[in-house]
């Protein structure tokens, strides 16, 4: 037997010695989710913004904005330098834009600055809002003006009645033109910064020449720069890669000697963060593993008292937690994010049949039976008891395999056989290394349990005598924290998941100081075959509260630079010209306007004195208003400086013309789809996969959404709208959504399950209704305990420590069955019985429960969040249900013999 197992252990280590652990919430899903299905398809995309990041910080910035630039430029320049000359990198750079070379119509147009840009939005906006007031019918102004000078100069009849409706309509114009000419200054001013800018532009190099180098991604106080690198593969090429990558990062940041520039770099970006994410988890692992070994090591020394009997109980559960570890790279390919604890917890459960079987081999032992037979009626006594609890946690994960979700689906392929090893080599390599020990050394070793029994029987007849308080008080505090149990709540958070890496503290610098310039955000891809469907899709998801920016290849169209609250193309270039035409043509006649009203108001003038001579003072009263009206018109015309106002529409005209001209030319490019097309010929092939796919020749618009998206049943809400609109898509939200959906019916299903069968396991072991309610009492009392105490806590269940609800319940019934069936034993001592039972099962049930609360009390010191969580909840639990065990098991069963002993 135990050649057997040396050999299969060397298989075992050589076959585990690259024990993958994957970190993808992908490889939480089923393989056969259509969501798996939909990232293979769409993987190239999906990942085409991959990319590694290095943030170069200055230590100590200098005063000048100016030098903390050329300080940082020249700390990115010479790394580019350097990791240009790896073949590993395909590009590297910290502008954003550089080397596009645009079609020909829109190389003007790509010269203008963003300053430029928000320059024209403004003043287009002030020329509209001036507009409105002063040419509230500038298309009549010209027809207007032609009429007043027919009326200045017609002949005829003049009856007063025909002259009055065309002197109002002249104090109309007048006053409309006066008007106009005053609110002019208010057009020239935002008129003339257009025409400043337009200039400019046009005088700036074209001819198929880069436009510019692109925009430096600088922090708004210049003291950080980012660099982004892209290497040769994507991220998904796997993690061996993805630490090349870092490794290469890393060995050119050193070889660059920054600090000489007063630079720090740190790295961030799916590379570094997926490097990064593996290693703590292999950490934590590693060191769970470890603290739990030297752990169950410090007990089994203190259980025992004997250097042979901790080293015959230490062996055989090495042995398990070896074989389960090569089980589950052989059945699952290796770890997942939940499932990177499970050697620890073989470790902490498969430890129970030892000690259990040990304890009782002691015992014979000290009453003077020989090693065959003390070992025998261990076997015999204690085998039942110990198939009978790995029975019980065996099914619990046989349980999980039923789980949609893949992270509780492999849990319970390796758990299930991992216990059934552990209680094989408990049963079977435990007494072949005793029986091999003593034939190859020919000595007696020293076996010893330092336990008090009859002070421990002594104890609990005491606690026995308070048995009906003890079990009022227990169920009295039950019932008063069942308001706390019903208030735990299940809420997904990702964030406890994968662990709290540098570089994702550096990506949240980096989000925090380059706002919409670079991002690591969670994101919905849209998949459009259509150019022209890209700006309907942009407005539905500009309506959506949970999306917080959209990029597509429109970004960069010229019509959509231009656009903002206000735009030039909304301008009335074409009013606003033929209303200067009017004016400098009446400003040309100018005194000869003047003469012609006061001409017109002397002649008003007689016709008011004719008409009182004639009796008609209503037809006089009028005439002498109109007759004031335009005498005050001509004097106000007369006040006007004519030089002046020449020249400013002059001006105007000028500038309007040159607008005009800028407008024609947008104007006359393509229409939007056309250019879309265009500008995807022209992208660099690094750039490209950013908004198009050349594979499946579709078009890629991404959305960011906001953290409120995972609140409530928001994210469920959303999904469901962005299915309505019609359009391929892959959201990372909503993978973690369907991992949600599959963990809150895995929670309920495997519970029922797992609670179902461990109380028909426990009824066949015991044989008695009564005494199969006894054995899961204390679990019970445990897990309600524990969602109390996660309440008042402030934990609700999560992704990770959900898996403490089926596993609980297949251990937390563990120690009552050891203690029921040694209390079955002592029924010889009447009265005693229980007392004597709990006395002998005592330091075996509280060394086994410690060396699992120790496994899970490991995990609060782990680097990945979601192990931290799980650790504290399983404390929780298994010390209420250990305790439960200890105080209200013996009580209960006390309390239910009372009739049988008549008390």
């Known amino acids: 037997m135990v050649l057997v197992v040396a050999v299969l252990v060397g298989f075992s280590l050589f076959y585990i010695r690259e024990l993958p652990i994957r970190s993808s919430y992908l490889d939480l899903l089923p393989e056969e989710d259509p969501l798996i299905e939909k990232y293979k398809a769409r993987e190239g995309e999906l990942t085409a913004t991959d990319y590694a990041a290095i943030l170069l910080s200055l230590v100590s910035p200098p005063e000048d904005v100016e030098e903390r630039r050329e300080r940082l430029f020249s700390a990115a320049d010479r790394l580019i330098q350097l990791l240009l000359e790896e073949p590993e990198f395909k590009r590297a750079s910290y502008r954003i834009g550089e080397a596009i070379e645009y079609p020909k119509e829109l190389l003007l147009y790509q010269t203008l600055s963003p300053e430029d840009l928000e320059g024209l939005k403004a003043a287009a906006e002030e020329l509209l809002a001036a507009v409105a007031e002063i040419l509230p019918e500038s298309g009549k102004l010209s027809s207007g003006l032609a009429e007043l000078e027919e009326a200045l100069t017609a002949t005829g009849d003049p009856s007063a009645e025909r002259i009055i409706p065309l002197v109002d309509r002249l104090l109309q114009l007048g006053a409309s033109g006066l008007e106009v000419l005053r609110g002019l200054p208010r057009v020239q001013g935002p008129l003339n910064r257009a025409t400043q800018v337009i200039q400019a532009a046009t005088g700036k190099p074209a001819g198929g020449t880069p436009p510019d180098e692109g925009t430096p991604l600088l922090s708004r106080d210049s003291t950080k720069l980012v660099i982004q690198v892209w290497p040769a593969q994507p991220s998904y090429a796997g993690l061996d890669y993805c630490r090349r990558v870092t490794e290469l990062l890393q060995g050119i940041i050193a070889q660059a000697d920054l600090l000489q520039l007063g630079v720090q770099a740190r790295l961030t970006g799916a590379y570094v963060a997926v490097t990064e994410s593996n290693e703590i988890i292999r950490k934590d692992m590693n060191f769970v593993t470890l603290v739990s070994s030297l752990g169950v090591l410090l007990l089994l020394a203190l259980t025992f008292s004997s250097a042979f009997l901790t080293l015959v109980a230490l062996v055989p559960l090495l042995v398990s937690a070896l074989f389960t570890m090569a089980w589950a790279k052989f059945s699952a390919g290796g770890f997942n994010l939940i499932t990177t604890f499970l050697p620890s917890l073989v470790l902490g459960l498969g430890i129970d049949f030892s000690i259990h079987l040990l304890s009782r081999y002691v015992e014979e032992r000290e009453a003077g039976r020989s090693v065959g037979r003390a070992l025998y009626t261990a076997i015999h006594k204690k085998g039942e008891a110990s198939l009978s609890a790995a029975l019980t946690t065996a099914a619990v994960f046989v349980c999980l395999l039923v789980s949609r979700s893949r992270a509780l689906t492999e849990m319970g392929l390796i758990m299930s056989l991992g216990i059934v090893l552990a209680y094989l080599s408990a049963m079977l390599l435990t007494p072949s290394l005793i029986v091999l020990s003593y034939v190859a050394f020919k000595r007696r070793f020293r076996e010893h349990m330092p336990v008090p029994t009859q002070a421990l029987a002594r104890g609990y007849k005491g606690l026995l005598s308070q048995r009906r308080a003890v079990v009022g008080l227990t169920l009295l505090l039950t019932l008063a924290l069942s308001y706390q149990v019903s208030q735990v709540e299940f809420r997904f958070v990702s964030g406890q998941l994968a662990p709290q890496t540098q570089a994702s503290q550096v990506a949240n610098e980096i989000l925090r100081e380059f706002q919409g310039e670079v991002s690591f955000s969670d994101e919905f891809v849209f998949f459009v075959k259509d150019p022209a469907q890209l700006r309907k899709l942009e407005g539905a998801l500009a309506e959506s509260p949970f999306v917080t920016g959209i990029d597509s290849i429109r970004d960069i169209l010229p019509q959509e630079l231009l656009r903002g609250k206000a735009s030039l193309q909304d ?231 959900i898996v403490i609800s089926p596993l609980l319940i297949g251990i937390g019934v563990d120690s009552a069955i050891h203690i029921l069936h040694r209390i079955k034993e002592e029924r010889g001592r009447r009265r005693m019985a229980i007392a004597w039972g709990m006395a002998a099962t005592l330091p075996p049930v509280l060394s086994t429960s410690l060396t699992t609360m120790l496994v899970f009390g490991a995990l609060v010191f782990a680097r990945t969040p979601g192990l931290r969580y799980l650790g504290i909840s399983a404390l929780l639990g298994l010390g209420f249900t250990l305790l439960a065990s200890l105080v209200f098991l013996p009580a209960a069963a006390a309390r239910l013999d009372e009739p049988r002993r008549g008390d």
């Open 571 to 801: 301008l009335p270039v074409g009013d606003l010209l033929a209303v200067v035409d009017s004016l400098e043509g009446v400003l040309g006649r100018w005194e000869e306007l003047i003469d012609a009203l006061q001409r017109l108001a002397v002649q008003l003038a007689g016709w008011e004195l004719s008409s009182l001579l004639a009796g008609d003072v209503a037809l006089a009263t009028s005439l002498s208003h109109r007759s004031s009206a335009l005498l005050r018109l001509a004097y106000e015309l007369e006040e006007l400086d004519r030089d002046s106002s020449l020249r400013l529409l002059a001006g105007i005209k000028g500038d309007l013309q040159n607008v005009s001209a800028f407008l024609e030319n947008l104007a006359s490019l393509p229409d939007e789809p056309e250019l879309i097309r265009a500008l995807v010929e022209v992208l660099p092939e690094q750039l490209k996969p950013v908004y198009y796919s050349p594979t499946s020749q579709e078009f890629i618009l991404r959305a960011r959404v906001s953290p409120s998206l995972y609140e409530g049943h928001n994210l469920q809400e959303f999904v469901d709208w962005v299915q309505g609109l019609g359009v391929d898509y892959f959201g990372v939200p909503e993978v973690q959504g369907r991992l949600e959906a599959y963990m809150k019916r895995d929670f309920a299903f495997s519970t029922a399950i797992a609670s179902f069968l461990i109380a028909l396991l426990v009824w066949m072991s015991f044989g008695s209704l009564r005494e199969a309610l006894l054995a899961v009492s204390p679990l019970a009392i445990g897990y309600l305990w524990m969602l109390a105490g996660m309440r008042l806590l402030g934990i609700s269940f999560n992704f990770t420590n």
